[in-house]
Nanobody, 115 residues
Framework: QVRVVESGGGLVQPGGSLRLSCDVS????????MAWYRQGPGNQRDVVAR???????LYEASVKGRFTVSRDDAENAVYLEMNTLKPEDTGAYYC?????????WGQGTQVIVSS
């Protein structure tokens, strides 16, 4: 059974940084186009960063240049390095496959950007 566990969120001031982790068990992340999703208050879950089929990263326009997605095949994990955080980055962050949601959603990790 596949299990996804996100971690690394927290409260950070504008301009700060966080590194999110997504640990996956029960499958191999390199077999999928993994993505990070963000759900703001009352909003739907949208992709902020993902891998293409060729393994290249793609970013949503508002995070490009500030976020970096990476994958560690040895750890079977996916990461999201977030720099120069803005209040609008606030939300719950989840990882899963893209475009089809192949795994049960994890509990997510909450990011709050506030002074």
């Amino acid at each position: 059974q596949v299990r996804v566990v996100e971690s690394g969120g927290g409260l950070v001031q504008p301009g700060g940084s966080l590194r999110l982790s997504c640990d996956v068990s029960g499958t191999i992340v390199s077999d999928y186009n993994m993505a990070w999703y963000r759900q703001g208050p009352g909003n739907q879950r949208d992709v902020v960063a993902r891998f293409t089929a060729g393994g290249s990263p793609l970013y949503e326009a508002s995070v490009k240049g500030r976020f970096t997605v990476s994958r560690d095949d040895a750890e079977n994990a996916v990461y999201l390095e977030m720099n120069t955080l803005k209040p609008e980055d606030t939300g719950a962050y989840y990882c899963n496959s893209w475009p089809l949601i192949e795994f049960p959603w994890g509990q997510g990790t909450q990011v709050i950007v506030s002074s």
